[in-house]
C-alpha cells in the first residue's frame, strides 16, 4: 500500500487548492479523481473578484484571463422586463470549467501533488482509500473534495445532502449560431426559478444559459428552463438540459470527523443567494490542507478538523448571514418589494452587483441592508 501525509479526493476547484497548497509545503500529497483531465463541470464559470484574489493567493500567481471572456456591464430582468443595465463594473471573467479545472490541477501536480487521477474510489475507512481495482493508498488525513454527492460525506455521515432541500441547476451551451456571444451581455433574470435565478453567461464560442434554486420550491424546474430558454429566443426542443446539485447554503457545520475533512461542495460552501461555489471551494481547500499540515506538525492527525473548524469560522459566519439576507430577496411574498427597489435605487443595484461580482463581503452588505429594511417593510406594505 503506497503511503500518503495527505490524500485528496477529488480534483474540482476545492481538491486541487487543497493539494497544491499541502504539496508546496513539501507533504507527501496524492491527489484523485475519478475523472481524468482535462473533465467537464456543470457550471455557469462566473469567476469573480473573490476567486481571483484567494487564487493568486493558494497558486501563487496572478489568475490569467486569456481563456475567459471578461465583461464590464451587466443586464437584470424581471419576468421580461430590463430592469437595469450596469456599465463599467468591476470585471467578470467567464470561464469554461473544462480549462479553469485542468489549470488548477495542472498547479496542484506542478507543487508535487501526486496525479492519481482517473480510477474510481470503492471505499473509504478513517485511514485508508480503496479503489474500484483493489489499489489501496494510505494518509494520515484525508481531505473530502468530492463534490456535493461526496463519498467522503457518505462515509462520514451517511448520506452527502438531503437533496430535497438543497439547490438543483439545469444548463445548455448555446452555440453562436443561436446565440453570438460577443453580442450579448452577462445577463441574469430574477424571476426564471422560484428561491434561484436565470443567467445567460458569454463564454468564449458558446453561452451558458441556465436556471437554478432551491430543489423543493421549483418541482417543475424544466419547464422553467423551456420557458426562460424560449424568452431569449432560443428553442428548447433543440436542447439536451443537464442538470447537477448545487448545497445552495445547507453547509455542515461540522465539516467532517477527526483527520477527515469536507471542502467545497462536500462540505456545503456554496453562496446561498448568488450560488458562487468555485471561490469558497478553493479557500476550504486552503484551510483544510493548512488545518492537515498544522495536525501533522504537532504529529496529531485527529486535531485536524479542530483546526479546520475553528479556520472557517468567518466564511461560515458569512454564509448564516447570506441565508437570513436571501429571504428578502427571494421569497415570492418579497419579491415585488425586492424588484421595486431594485428598479429605483442605485445603491441596492450596485451592492447586488458588488455581490454576484465578489466585491462585498455579507457582514457588510447586512449593515447596508439594515439601514435600508424600514423603507424596504413600507414599500411591501405599500403594495
Ligand atoms: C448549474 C450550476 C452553475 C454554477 N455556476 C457557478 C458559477 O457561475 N460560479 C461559481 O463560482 N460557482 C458556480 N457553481 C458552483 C460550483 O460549480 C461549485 O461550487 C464548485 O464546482 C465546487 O467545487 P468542488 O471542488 O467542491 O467540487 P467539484 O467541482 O464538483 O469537484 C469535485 C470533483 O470530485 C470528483 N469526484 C466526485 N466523486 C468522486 C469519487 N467517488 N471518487 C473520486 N473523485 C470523485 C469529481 O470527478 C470532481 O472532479 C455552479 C453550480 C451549478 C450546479
Redesign the pocket.
Known amino acids: 500500500m503506497q503511503n500518503f501525509d495527505i490524500l485528496v479526493?477529488?480534483?474540482?476547484?476545492?481538491?486541487?487548492?487543497a493539494a497544491c497548497w499541502a504539496a508546496k509545503s513539501g507533504l507527501r500529497v496524492g491527489l484523485?479523481?475519478?475523472?481524468r483531465?482535462p473533465?467537464d463541470?456543470?457550471?455557469?464559470?462566473?469567476?469573480?473578484g473573490r476567486?481571483r484574489t484567494y487564487y493568486q493567493e493558494i497558486f501563487g500567481r496572478p489568475f490569467d484571463p486569456s481563456c475567459t471572456v471578461t465583461r464590464d456591464a451587466i443586464e437584470f430582468w424581471h419576468d421580461g422586463v430590463r430592469l437595469a443595465r450596469l456599465e463599467d463594473v468591476p470585471a467578470f471573467n467567464?470561464t469554461m470549467?473544462k480549462d479553469l479545472?485542468n489549470t488548477l490541477f495542472e498547479h496542484a501536480c506542478a507543487a508535487g501533488a501526486t496525479d492519481l487521477?482517473g480510477?474510481?474510489?470503492s471505499g473509504i475507512d478513517d485511514t485508508s482509500v480503496t479503489l474500484r481495482d483493489g489499489t489501496r493508498f494510505g494518509a494520515r488525513v484525508i481531505i473530502g473534495?468530492?463534490?456535493?454527492?461526496?463519498?467522503?460525506a457518505r462515509h462520514l455521515f451517511g448520506k452527502a445532502f438531503d437533496t430535497q432541500t438543497i439547490?438543483?441547476?439545469?444548463?445548455i451551451e448555446a452555440t453562436p449560431d443561436e446565440q453570438n456571444p460577443a453580442e450579448h451581455p452577462l445577463r441574469i433574470d430574477f424571476a426564471a426559478a422560484t428561491w434561484g435565478y436565470g443567467?445567460s453567461?458569454p463564454k468564449q464560442g458558446s453561452t451558458?444559459v441556465?436556471v437554478?434554486g432551491l430543489r423543493d420550491p421549483n418541482p417543475d424546474l424544466k419547464a422553467r428552463m423551456s420557458d426562460y430558454l424560449d424568452s431569449l429566443g432560443l428553442d428548447p426542443d433543440q436542447k439536451r438540459f443537464?442538470?447537477?446539485?448545487?448545497?445552495f447554503g445547507d453547509f455542515r457545520e461540522t465539516p467532517g470527523r477527526d483527520n477527515i475533512l469536507l471542502?467545497?461542495?462536500?462540505?456545503g460552501?456554496?453562496?446561498p443567494i448568488?450560488?458562487?461555489?468555485?471561490?469558497?471551494?478553493?479557500k476550504?481547500?486552503q484551510l483544510a490542507a493548512q488545518a492537515a499540515i498544522d495536525a501533522l506538525t504537532d504529529n496529531a492527525p485527529s486535531t485536524a478538523l479542530d483546526r479546520y473548524k475553528t479556520s472557517l469560522r468567518e466564511m461560515h459566519r458569512s454564509l448564516r448571514i447570506a441565508r437570513r439576507l436571501r429571504r428578502i430577496i427571494f421569497a415570492p411574498r418579497w419579491q415585488g418589494a425586492f424588484t421595486g427597489t431594485f428598479r429605483r435605487s442605485g445603491t441596492v443595484r450596485m451592492m447586488y452587483m458588488r455581490l454576484l461580482a465578489?466585491e462585498v463581503e455579507y457582514p457588510e452588505l447586512a449593515l447596508a441592508v439594515a439601514r435600508r429594511l424600514p423603507r424596504y417593510v413600507l414599500n411591501r406594505f405599500r403594495r
Open positions: 479526493i477529488g480534483a474540482g476547484p476545492a481538491g486541487s487548492a484523485l479523481d475519478k475523472a483531465f473533465r463541470k456543470l457550471c455557469g464559470g462566473l469567476f469573480t476567486s467567464l470549467r479545472d487521477t480510477r474510481a474510489i473534495a468530492d463534490g456535493v454527492n461526496s463519498i467522503t439547490g438543483f441547476g439545469l444548463e443567467w453567461f451558458t441556465g437554478g443537464k442538470g447537477h446539485h448545487l448545497p471542502t467545497g461542495d462536500a462540505a460552501l456554496v453562496d448568488t450560488g458562487e461555489g468555485i471561490a469558497f471551494a478553493m476550504s481547500g465578489g
